[in-house]
């Protein structure tokens, strides 16, 4: 077997080997030789080369996600690293393992005027769970820390970063290794959860709970407790199309049940106890409508992190639903309460005002988004890009088979694509990525990939800029409203599908869009589904079906 000469090196890659990281994405480059050598020479480890950094960092994102494992990415010294950046901070708030591997200059050649050199230790202390900051010579110290790294990647599930000093030459190999780490196993505190009476006292007495439930795995929660509590009559359950849980009595289109409120309807609707699980929340209404209309109790039920989002977090269970409601749930009294029933009443009128305005509206990103979500494979993967892709795809429900992602840890455009691309190596699924204009075009060189399956399809909805702005305050029909805000354009992806291989479709109206979404998710091949639709009209149509609900 070949190995790289240098022994800090042969040690970085001893040590992945030993802890199980095996997924590499490197980022070619020089002063990363040694390590490129190295992985990519033993079979231990299943590496991909991606050019563009940016893009290479969220396609490893894209495989951490679905295997929830921490994935490696590899760069050379310099500005390389910096375009790391966005999916580490994506990974940091969505709490995905990932591990930046970085080749540095030495020491010495920093800040002397040496070429594609920059101050690179802790350039990502903001959001990272732990710098490893080694020295040229291999040590045990070095070691503890690229293992410490590696595990908090792990336990604390996030981004860490390893930031590697390599003197030239860097291309020398061996036929053998000249260093042995010593593996060390880092204890996992386990979190006990305290003694409840107090808290199953206060929900015992509370006539109105509502669980909110943000993006979460699928099957991250029992069926068996999603179950309990949705038959609970003083329980609504609210879920996002992210949480990927699902129940008949769950409220999953949160906007649409909550836009109409009046004062009235929002205190009676108020909650005593808010329970929260799951990652960042999408809606801007659920948000608004807590931070004015505050439970009394707010629970947060994760292992790590309990954000106060809506500014009343009373209590911060630090273990999984699983472990909590399994021991909450049999001390839980039947309570006389409406409130599960005046939610559904409230959810069964929506969804007839849904029906009945959907029949009547002219082709749009909103009819758009009901006959694509209505005609997804079952058992497939759906990932969305953010913005008003996102926001969209919440207004209507999906099959339970379908398992549902989105970047909301920074809720950035940036590498929506990339970051499917990933998953969908990874988990092996048909996956549908659904992307907006300016989402896809700013990502397109996530297509600069040679891994791309071939069961993965992009649904790009284009109106011609970013049309969330037309539905945010401030619009106003200007040319610096369309060029500094909406970015106004006339692109379209068949080209660029041209370039990169991949079978290309359009649709312009609603009979186009079912013919060729039928060609889209019944072919073995990648493909894009270019779907346009009036950018000056689609805002309209969304704000008059909110204002139709009533």
């Not at 070619?28 to 992985?39: E, K």
């Not at 910096?82 to 010495?108: C, G, K, T």
């Not at 070691?143 to 599930?157: C, H, L, M, S």
């Not at 790590?304 to 273990?319: N, W």
Request: proline share 4%; aromatic share 10%; net charge negative.
């Amino acid at each position: 077997m070949i190995y790289p000469k240098i022994p800090l090196a042969q040690s970085i890659i001893e040590i992945c080997k030993a802890k199980g990281l095996q997924y590499i994405v490197i980022s070619p480059g020089s002063r990363n030789a040694p390590l490129t050598i190295g992985f990519t020479n033993n079979p231990e480890f299943t590496c991909y080369s991606i050019a563009d950094e940016r893009c290479a960092a969220f396609f490893a994102l894209g495989i951490a996600q679905q295997l929830q494992k921490p994935v490696a990415v590899v760069c050379t010294s310099g500005s390389a690293l910096l375009n790391y950046y966005p999916a580490f901070a994506e990974a940091f708030y969505s709490q995905i393992p990932l591990v930046v591997i970085s080749a540095d200059r030495p020491q010495s050649k920093i800040d002397i005027g040496d070429g594609q050199t920059i101050r690179q230790e802790n350039v990502f202390a903001n959001h990272s769970l732990y710098n490893a900051n080694l020295v040229e010579e291999t040590s045990e110290e070095n070691d503890i820390k690229i293992q410490k790294a590696i595990n908090f990647a792990v336990i604390k599930k996030g981004p860490v970063h390893i930031n590697v000093p390599f003197e030239e030459p860097l291309y020398e190999t061996v036929d053998a290794i000249s260093v042995y780490p010593k593996i060390i196993d880092f204890q996992i505190d386990n979190k006990k959860l305290e003694n409840l009476d107090v808290f199953v006292n206060q929900w015992n007495h509370a006539k109105k709970k509502l669980i909110l439930i943000g993006g979460c795995d699928p099957n991250f929660i029992q069926q068996s407790i999603l179950d309990f509590l949705a038959t609970d009559n003083s329980v609504v359950v609210m879920t996002e199309v992210t949480s990927n849980v699902h129940h008949f009595n769950f409220i999953t289109n949160i906007d649409t049940i909550i836009t109409p409120f009046i004062e009235e309807d929002f205190i009676n609707f108020q909650p005593e106890i808010l329970v929260t699980i799951g990652g960042m929340i999408v809606s801007k209404r659920i948000k608004a409508f807590l931070r004015k209309y505050k439970p009394q109790e707010h629970w947060h039920i994760d292992e790590l992190r309990g954000y106060d989002t809506f500014g009343c977090l009373t209590k911060h269970f630090q273990v999984t639903p699983n472990v909590f409601f399994n021991k909450f749930m049999p001390k839980i009294l039947n309570v006389e309460s409406d409130y599960l029933e005046n939610a559904l009443t409230i959810k069964k009128k929506r969804s007839e005002k849904t029906e009945a305005y959907l029949a009547k509206i002219p082709f749009s990103d909103f009819k758009a988004f009901e006959i694509i979500l209505q005609n997804l494979s079952m058992h497939s993967q759906l990932q969305i890009s953010n913005s008003s892709a996102i926001r969209y795809a919440q207004l209507f429900p999906i099959d339970s088979s379908i398992e549902v992602f989105c970047n909301r840890g920074t809720s950035g455009i940036d590498g929506s694509t990339s970051t499917a691309i990933g998953a969908a190596l990874a988990s092996g699924k048909e996956t549908v990525l659904i992307t907006g204009d300016i989402s896809f075009l700013y990502d397109s060189n996530a297509l600069w990939n040679n891994y791309i399956p071939k069961k993965f399809k992009i649904i790009l909805l284009n109106n011609g800029g970013g049309g969330i702005f037309r539905i945010l305050p401030g619009h106003e029909e200007s040319e610096t409203f369309n060029t500094y805000f909406e970015t106004s354009h006339h692109l379209t992806a068949e080209h660029i599908a041209k370039m990169y291989d991949f079978k290309y479709e359009k649709a312009e109206d609603e009979k186009s869009l079912k013919e060729n979404l039928e060609i889209a998710i019944n072919t073995e091949e990648s493909i894009i589904l270019e779907v346009f639709t009036p950018t000056k009209v689609n805002d309209s149509i969304l704000l008059n079906y909110f204002k139709n609900l009533t």
